[in-house]
């Protein structure tokens, strides 16, 4: 998809495809557009990221930059273990970047939203599987 963000007043398909499943040894992932143009307004995008068994997840930001809300109320990317329902890791937006979080099993979630209006260039993050023990 080739949507060139032009100004917050752009309606973009619901059809938009963002999220999936990653099943490997490492990926990057990001929110749609990145990194050429916005994310567009009223994103809702679920990503499943699978290691190999026995393994735990690294996951590590390496561009956060989001809208600024209280509570990252508007726009934020939400991490989770396991699934939707999973032991919540994180909950971001703004543009400070987090620190890298491990799972502590080979399965994490990601959710990536945004609201009616006001949008920034987005986020991409990077996960690692690894069978090393944690320090
Ligand atoms: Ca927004």
């Known amino acids: 998809i080739k949507a060139k963000h032009v100004n917050n007043n752009v309606l973009f398909s619901s059809t938009a495809t963002c999220g999936g499943r990653f099943i490997g ?6 929110s749609p557009g990145f990194p050429g143009s916005h994310y ?3 994103s809702l995008c679920e990503w499943y990221l699978e290691g190999p068994t026995g ?4 996951l590590s930001y390496q561009t956060l ?3 600024t ?3 990252c109320s508007e726009d934020y990317v939400e991490i989770r273990e396991y699934n939707a329902s999973g032991l919540q890791l994180g909950r971001h937006c703004g543009s400070s970047l987090p620190a890298s979080m491990d799972t502590s099993d080979s399965f994490a979630y990601v959710k990536f939203v945004s609201d009616g209006s006001g ?4 986020f991409s993050l990077m996960f690692e599987a690894s069978v090393e023990g944690k320090l």
């Open 25 to 30: 040894q490492t990926g990057l992932i990001h």
């Open 65 to 67: 930059n989001l809208t």
């Open 55 to 58: 393994h735990y997840l690294t």
């Open 119 to 122: 949008n920034a260039p987005g």
């Open 40 to 42: 567009p307004d009223s």
């Open 69 to 71: 809300s209280s509570g």
